[in-house]
């Protein structure tokens, strides 16, 4: 008698969500654990997203900033790059720059940055503020405005000033990242908040926050896949949104990717320990249920890539 292996089933699926217009990227659409395809289907591929910012990255550890030292002073030079040079699927532009404490730019800067942005380059746009409550609810409705037709993502809506950036992006068009902070009923709450308003779950994007191999990714994970099982197994459908890692942003300030091998000469290369780092943290949410990646260095997303290839062959 022939072995038949036993297989899991779920009755609810994730909700796939579509970015771009001339150029469009599908992620999400499973009804099975990640990279489960013996069990379920799981008709998109995870989504890289390459991130840039509106002013030049000197915050970045120089292995990172060094791949695009000849464009970083320019968004539109550096955006150019990520997608003729590196192939990028999507972009992620981080308004930075806006942030209070940064250049405190205003909210028409921003919008020339993403103008021209988005005029130079084909593939989908995720647009996110500089995580600062007030600044992104006065900067991310004007972008949001600005980008109109555009099909983009814009984020991060959290408590704090959701109603003002989902109302945006619904009348925009666009696609929303909601961010709530590493708890699964805070990003449940957030999300029955957000539809509430009129807001269609099936537009929407749930960040939960994460954080870097070795810096409380366990936690992390735990959460993610919490999620993702009330996703699926109980098919709640304010959790079926897909959700996004911010990988490239908690990776690229942690000891283990800036320490020098003068200081720690036991821990090796810095420069591939850091692009491991950032692939193995991506990896890892990867596999927690995170459909949508946000990476900074092109070889961390190039082992990424191999892996999912391997995962999909």
Same mark, same amino acid.
């Given at each position: 008698?022939?072995?038949?292996?036993?297989?899991?089933?779920?009755?609810?699926?994730?909700?796939?969500?579509?970015?771009?217009?001339?150029?469009?990227?599908?992620?999400?659409?499973?009804?099975?654990?990640?990279?489960?395809?013996?069990?379920?289907?799981?008709?998109?591929?995870?989504?890289?997203?390459?991130?840039?910012?509106?002013?030049?990255?000197?915050?970045?550890?120089?292995?990172?900033?060094?791949?695009?030292?000849?464009?970083?002073?320019?968004?539109?030079?550096?955006?150019?790059?990520?997608?003729?040079?590196?192939?990028?699927?999507?972009?992620?532009?981080?308004?930075?720059?806006?942030?209070?404490?940064?250049?405190?730019?205003?909210?028409?800067?921003?919008?020339?940055?993403?103008?021209?942005?988005?005029?130079?380059?084909?593939?989908?746009?995720?647009?996110?503020?500089?995580?600062?409550?007030?600044?992104?609810?006065?900067?991310?409705?004007?972008?949001?405005?600005?980008?109109? $037709?555009?099909?983009?993502?814009? +984020?991060?809506?959290? @408590? %704090?000033?959701?109603? =003002?950036?989902?109302?945006? !992006?619904? *009348?925009?068009?666009?696609?929303?990242?909601?961010?709530?902070?590493?708890?699964?009923?805070?990003?449940?709450?957030?999300?029955?908040?957000?539809?509430?308003?009129?807001?269609?779950?099936?537009?929407?994007?749930?960040?939960?926050?994460?954080?870097?191999?070795?810096?409380?990714?366990?936690?992390?994970?735990?959460?993610?896949?919490?999620?993702?099982?009330?996703?699926?197994?109980?098919?709640?459908?304010?959790?079926?949104?897909?959700?996004?890692?911010?990988?490239?942003?908690?990776?690229?300030?942690?000891?283990?990717?800036?320490?020098?091998?003068?200081?720690?000469?036991?821990? $090796?290369?810095?420069?591939?320990? +850091?692009?491991?780092? @950032? %692939?193995?943290?991506? =990896?890892?949410?990867?596999? !927690?249920? *995170?459909?949508?990646?946000?990476?900074?260095?092109?070889?961390?997303?190039?082992?990424?890539?191999?892996?999912?290839?391997?995962?999909?062959?």
């Amino acid at each position: 008698m022939a072995f038949t292996p036993p297989k899991e089933s779920f009755r609810g699926r994730v909700y796939p969500v579509t970015i771009g217009t001339e150029v469009q990227e599908t992620f999400g659409g499973e009804n099975t654990l990640p990279f489960h395809r013996f069990e379920g289907e799981i008709p998109h591929r995870p989504l890289i997203s390459y991130e840039i910012q509106d002013v030049p990255p000197q915050d970045w550890p120089e292995v990172v900033r060094e791949p695009y030292s000849d464009v970083s002073d320019d968004p539109v030079k550096w955006a150019q790059f990520c997608q003729e040079s590196l192939g990028a699927k999507s972009i992620t532009l981080r308004l930075i720059g806006t942030h209070p404490d940064q250049k405190n730019l205003s909210a028409e800067d921003a919008v020339k940055v993403v103008t021209d942005v988005l005029n130079a380059v084909k593939v989908p746009l995720i647009i996110l503020g500089s995580n600062h409550i007030e600044k992104d609810a006065e900067v991310l409705p004007k972008v949001a405005e600005a980008s109109k $037709g555009r099909n983009c993502v814009i +984020g991060k809506a959290q @408590e %704090a000033n959701y109603k =003002t950036i989902a109302a945006a !992006a619904m *009348a925009s068009g666009h696609k929303l990242i909601a961010m709530s902070e590493l708890d699964i009923n805070l990003s449940k709450q957030l999300n029955i908040l957000i539809t509430q308003m009129g807001f269609e779950k099936e537009r929407l994007i749930t960040d939960p926050m994460c954080s870097a191999l070795g810096y409380g990714i366990e936690y992390t994970y735990s959460v993610m896949e919490r999620i993702r099982l009330a996703a699926l197994a109980q098919a709640d459908p304010v959790m079926q949104p897909p959700m996004v890692a911010d990988v490239g942003m908690y990776v690229w300030k942690i000891k283990e990717t800036q320490a020098s091998e003068q200081d720690l000469p036991e821990w $090796g290369s810095l420069r591939e320990r +850091g692009i491991l780092w @950032e %692939a193995l943290t991506a =990896t890892t949410l990867m596999l !927690a249920g *995170a459909e949508l990646l946000i990476m900074r260095h092109p070889d961390a997303v190039s082992l990424v890539n191999t892996f999912i290839d391997e995962m999909f062959a």
